[in-house]
């Protein structure tokens, strides 16, 4: 690799707000904000919305949709090829 081009990859902290997840992996995202973590030493740390302890398909709450059930009822409500009057 070419010096002086690349980012700098360092450990950073990502942290899930809604589920109250943290995990320290390595990264090129940079952040204002810092976290002491549990080895005592101080890492950035960014805030995400969703990861795997929040995310519906891992925590198990994921919901089936019917989708062939709803296209029969769309075509029984409102008529297959309809024309406009």
């Not at 707000?17 to 904000?33: E, G, H, M, P, Q």
């Not at 950035?44 to 989708?67: C, K, M, N, W």
């Amino acid at each position: 690799m070419k010096p002086g081009i690349h980012p700098e990859y360092r450990p950073v902290v990502f942290r899930d707000r809604a589920a109250d997840y943290a995990f320290l992996t390595r990264s090129t995202a940079i952040s204002d904000k810092t976290v002491e973590w549990e080895d005592g030493n101080t890492y950035p740390v960014i805030d995400v919305e969703i990861s795997s302890a929040s995310h519906p398909f891992y925590t198990g709450t994921q919901r089936v949709l019917d989708t062939a059930g709803r296209v029969e009822r769309f075509e029984r409500r409102y008529g297959r090829g309809r024309s406009k009057q």
